[in-house]
């Protein structure tokens, strides 16, 4: 199916399943453990044998030589997998790095090696008894050092071109009356997802299956399958079930392809889990940022010059943090500039972390904008509703297909009772509490993707759902469950779905906030065929448009058939959406308002965050149970991004100190008070057949600013330099009175 037009009237319009809020049909599964994650999967190959990886001591360098005979010999080994023996390997297209280091290292915890034996337990041991002798050589660890020596990175990405300019922006901004020059940073980030990195490898001949925990099953197939240089289709990748992503897991990583070495050395299946350190070190992680940002204003508050630079780094062939894409589309101004800059670092991976480029790109741009608004002297809310726009603002041609930006601040502000607010900083106490409101903007692009699906019913009328998509803990399952259900006129409790197998129809994915509004369109493209088939068995209608499909029937022309029937022995339909240049004509973008309240301790400067609500306005809301769930929770990983989470750099050495959940601070559910989510009422025909849009990572986008806004006005204090932490506010505190 080519979606190139405005979708119409159809049947999801109907809402008798779709848009209802639905408990997760694999919550039970979850929540009696027959759910299992890929390390789990005792039961899909005998006799296991385990892979321990050890990661490289060094940041950059070579390794000179590495003892292996010790490790050889203990007790259960075997055999041990390194760049001399793992033959020839290819690189994959969506990692910098090489997955299997040696002799080269190109960053800290680069796996180098892999021991598999009989038991996890002698697998690690044995691997402690390697010895690998490096030659260091001099790497950059430090974006503040590397600044000066970035460089506009190559080509387009996700966010369009590295550089945009329009009219005159240096002029426009040296005569406004009312300007705004501030620096601000973003730490590296780590995902930390609860489920480690982990696989299952199991050959049978020349063809691999791989039981792992991956967000784009066909993506990490091709990858797979080059670096081994192997054909994609003797490789099948399977992960039904995944214990968070974030984006750590779009991309095959060094477990998988170590898996998959290993249980070709060994002669067996092979399971490899990376430990929490090398997580950290050896996967991606959300890179740092330095960003600029200028604004220029009228004395009345209108925008007439905002430019917006970034600076972040990568190991060469990387990309950068695409942190300006948001200021291109979110406020009105004739003269505009943008520009990203990408160092060369020696760190582990900078790459995709939860809303990639907007998530750290607001905590900057909505920091400033309360900023410039306090300089005009405007209330923050009705600044941002100053400078709205309707179009976008470097193309005036080209309306935005739905922006409800407005209405979400009002609404929130109204909700919130921000007109209580009294605007004066540090005013505001509760006992020995400082007492402070803040509000974001948020912005995330709607993205589509390509995506495909097998639909059918079977002789008892039930109806299978088969597609490569995965379930990161969002709700896949249920989503498509509903859109089926709605489309062909049964419970949902008559549907199966199966998914996160490269055997399926390849779908988009999890990920980038395109995947369930992309893969339900799959699956409803799969149904439009389906329903033609079965209308025409039926004998009801050559055209499955004049069918109705209800309770478990098929109508038409005064007849009715039931569904079962017309199945026969079992029918079967498959298609993909394909989304045409829509996007091109119409800018594509979710919306929304964070609104939250803080106490800051007069004594301590101990925060607390107290109050929380986000108005979203994402185009249809297909489940809104799971999509409240997904806002809740980026919600909190958006004050974690605000007050705590900072990967440290050892700048000697090149790696993440703080490499596990005892020294890598997330906010635990003390930290996070209740939390109010309000979805606007909202269509988009242009965005898919579904009329939805993406929710799952706006939620995170602009709450780590609208924590910092309410931190400043409780105290008074401005901290440019996220994580915002109590030794960053004591020095400016008010005297206590």
Same mark, same amino acid.
């Given at each position: 199916?080519k979606?190139d037009?405005p979708?119409?009237?159809?049947p999801?319009?109907?809402?008798?399943?779709?848009?209802?809020?639905?408990?997760?049909?694999?919550?039970?599964?979850k929540?009696?453990g027959?759910?299992p994650?890929?390390?789990?999967r005792?039961?899909?190959a005998?006799?296991?044998a385990?892979g321990?990886v050890v990661?490289?001591?060094?940041?950059k360098?070579?390794?000179?030589?590495?003892d292996t005979?010790a490790?050889?010999?203990?007790?259960?080994? &075997?055999?041990?997998?390194?760049?001399?023996?793992a033959?020839?390997?290819g690189?994959?297209?969506?990692?910098?790095? /090489?997955?299997l280091?040696g002799p080269?290292i190109?960053?800290y915890h680069?796996?180098?090696a892999?021991?598999?034996?009989e038991?996890f337990?002698?697998?690690r041991?044995?691997?402690q008894m390697i010895?690998v002798r490096y030659t260091?050589?001099?790497?950059?660890f430090?974006l503040?050092?590397? $600044?000066?020596?970035?460089v506009?990175?190559?080509?387009?990405?996700? =966010?369009?071109?590295?550089?945009?300019?329009?009219?005159?922006?240096?002029?426009?901004?040296?005569? /406004?009356?009312?300007q705004?020059?501030?620096t601000?940073?973003?730490p %590296? *980030?780590s995902?930390?997802m609860?489920?480690?990195?982990a696989?299952i490898?199991a050959?049978n001949?020349?063809r691999?299956t791989?039981?792992?925990?991956?967000?784009?099953?066909?993506?990490?197939r091709?990858?797979?399958?080059?670096?081994?240089?192997i054909?994609?289709?003797n490789v099948?990748?399977?992960?039904?079930?995944?214990?968070?992503g974030?984006g750590?897991?779009l991309f095959v990583?060094?477990e998988a392809?170590l898996?998959?070495?290993g249980?070709r050395?060994a002669?067996?299946?092979?399971?490899?889990?990376?430990?929490?350190p090398?997580?950290f070190?050896?996967?991606?992680h959300r +890179?740092?940022?330095?960003?600029?940002?200028?604004?220029?204003?009228t004395?009345d508050?209108?925008?007439t010059?905002?430019?917006?630079? =970034? !600076?972040?780094?990568?190991l060469?062939?990387g990309g950068? #943090?695409t942190?300006?894409q *948001?200021t291109?589309?979110l406020?009105?101004?004739?003269?505009?500039m943008?520009? &990203?800059r990408?160092a060369?670092?020696?760190?582990?991976e900078?790459?995709?972390?939860?809303?990639?480029?907007?998530? +750290?790109?607001?905590?900057a741009?909505?920091i400033a904008i309360d900023?410039i608004?306090?300089?005009?002297?405007?209330?923050?809310?009705?600044?941002?509703i100053?400078? %709205?726009t309707?179009?976008?603002p470097?193309k005036?041609?080209? +309306?935005?297909?739905q922006?409800?930006f407005v209405?979400?601040? $009002? &609404?929130g502000?109204?909700?919130?009772? !921000?007109?209580?607010?009294n605007p004066?900083?540090?005013?505001?106490?509760?006992?020995? !509490?400082?007492v402070?409101?803040g509000v974001a =903007?948020?912005f995330?692009?709607?993205?589509?993707?390509?995506?495909g699906a097998?639909v059918?019913?079977?002789?008892?009328g039930r109806v299978?759902?088969e597609?490569?998509?995965?379930?990161?803990?969002t709700g896949?399952?249920?989503?498509?469950a509903?859109?089926?259900a #709605?489309?062909l006129?049964? +419970?949902i409790?008559?549907v199966?779905?199966?998914?996160?197998?490269?055997?399926f129809?390849?779908s988009?994915g999890s990920?980038?906030? !395109?995947?369930?509004?992309?893969?339900t369109?799959?699956?409803?493209?799969?149904c439009?065929?389906?329903? *033609?088939?079965?209308a025409?068995?039926?004998g009801?209608?050559?055209?499955?448009?004049?069918a109705?499909?209800?309770?478990?029937q098929? $109508?038409?022309?005064?007849?009715?058939?039931?569904l079962?029937q017309?199945a026969?022995e079992?029918?079967?339909?498959e298609?993909?959406?394909?989304?045409?240049?829509?996007?091109?004509?119409y *800018?594509?973008?979710?919306?929304?308002?964070h609104?939250?309240?803080?106490?800051? %301790?007069m004594?301590?400067?101990e925060?607390?965050?107290?109050?929380?609500?986000?108005?979203?306005?994402?185009?249809?809301i297909?489940?809104p149970k =799971?999509a409240?769930s997904?806002?809740i929770?980026?919600?909190?990983?958006?004050v974690?991004?605000?007050?705590m989470?900072?990967?440290?750099?050892?700048? $000697?050495?090149?790696?993440f100190v703080?490499h596990?959940?005892a020294?890598?601070?997330?906010?635990?559910?003390?930290?996070?008070?209740?939390?109010?989510?309000?979805?606007?009422?909202?269509?988009?025909?242009?965005?898919?057949?579904m009329?939805?849009?993406?929710?799952?990572?706006l939620?995170i986008?602009?709450?780590?600013?609208?924590?910092?806004?309410a931190?400043?006005h409780?105290?008074?204090v401005?901290?440019?330099d996220y994580?915002?932490?109590?030794?960053?506010?004591?020095?400016?505190?008010?005297?206590?009175?």
């Open positions: 199916m979606f037009t979708a119409t009237t159809n999801i319009d109907q809402l008798r399943v779709v848009g209802k809020p639905t408990d997760r049909i694999d919550g039970p599964h929540a009696t027959t759910a994650y890929a390390y789990e005792h039961d899909v005998r006799n296991q385990y321990y990661g490289a001591g060094i940041g360098g070579r390794i000179m030589s590495m005979p490790a050889r010999r203990a007790p259960g080994v &075997l055999a041990i997998v390194t760049a001399a023996n033959g020839k390997l690189k994959g297209q969506r990692n910098t790095a /090489a997955l280091g080269e190109q960053h680069q796996a180098v892999l021991v598999v034996a038991t337990e002698q697998a041991a044995a691997a010895r260091a050589g001099k790497g950059a430090d503040a050092a590397a $600044r000066d020596a970035a506009a990175p190559k080509g387009d990405d996700f =966010s369009g071109k590295p550089e945009t300019a329009v009219g005159d922006f240096a002029g426009s901004f040296a005569a /406004a009356p009312v705004l020059d501030a601000y940073t973003t %590296d *980030q995902h930390a609860m489920e480690p990195h696989s490898a050959w001949g020349d691999l791989l039981w792992t925990a991956n967000q784009m099953i066909a993506w990490g091709e990858d797979l399958a080059a670096t081994l240089g054909p994609k289709e099948r990748v399977i992960s039904p079930y995944i214990g968070g974030f750590g897991k990583r060094a392809l898996a998959a070495l249980a050395a002669g067996r299946p092979v399971k490899v889990a990376l430990t929490r090398l997580m070190n050896n996967t991606t +890179p740092a940022t330095i960003q600029r940002i200028r604004i220029g204003t004395r508050g209108k925008i010059a905002i430019a917006h630079e =970034s !600076w972040s780094g990568d060469p062939g950068p #943090e942190a300006v *948001q291109r589309l406020y009105a101004g004739a003269n505009r943008t520009a &990203l990408l060369t670092l020696d760190l582990p900078g790459n995709a972390m939860r809303a990639p480029g907007e998530a +750290p790109g607001m905590m741009l909505e900023e608004a306090e300089k005009a002297g405007i209330d923050p809310v009705q600044f941002r100053l400078n %709205d309707q179009v976008d470097e005036p041609a080209r +309306p935005f297909s922006r409800q209405q979400c601040l $009002r &609404l502000a109204e909700r919130f009772g !921000w007109q209580a607010r004066k900083p540090g005013a505001t106490k509760a006992g020995q !509490w400082l402070g409101m =903007s948020a995330r692009n709607n993205l589509v993707m390509k995506s097998r059918g019913v079977d002789k008892g299978i759902v597609t490569d998509m995965t379930d990161i803990g896949s399952y249920t989503v498509i509903q859109t089926a #709605e489309m006129g049964v +419970p409790e008559q199966v779905v199966r998914l996160g197998d490269s055997s129809p390849v988009a990920g980038g906030q !395109w995947g369930a509004n992309s893969a369109s799959g699956v409803y493209a799969a439009v065929k389906l329903r *033609q088939l079965l025409q068995r039926a009801l209608s050559v055209n499955a448009t004049d109705v499909f209800e309770g478990g098929i $109508r038409a022309g005064g007849r009715s058939v039931p079962a017309a026969g079992g029918v079967t339909a298609d993909t959406v394909e989304f045409g240049d829509l996007d091109k004509q *800018q594509q973008s979710t919306f929304g308002a609104f939250v309240e803080v106490g800051v %301790d004594a301590t400067a925060i607390r965050v107290r109050r929380m609500l986000a108005v979203c306005a994402a185009g249809r297909l489940n =799971s409240r997904q806002v929770g980026a919600m909190t990983m958006g974690g991004a605000a007050l989470e900072e990967l440290a750099i050892d700048k $000697r050495v090149g790696f703080n596990d959940l020294g890598y601070e997330v906010p635990v559910h003390a930290d996070i008070p209740h939390q109010e989510v309000i979805f606007l009422d909202e269509v988009d025909p242009i965005s898919s057949p009329k939805a849009k993406g929710v799952g990572e939620g986008c602009g709450v780590g600013a609208a924590v910092a806004n931190i400043y409780a105290t008074g401005r901290v440019r994580p915002i932490t109590l030794d960053k506010l004591l020095a400016g505190m008010p005297t206590m009175v």
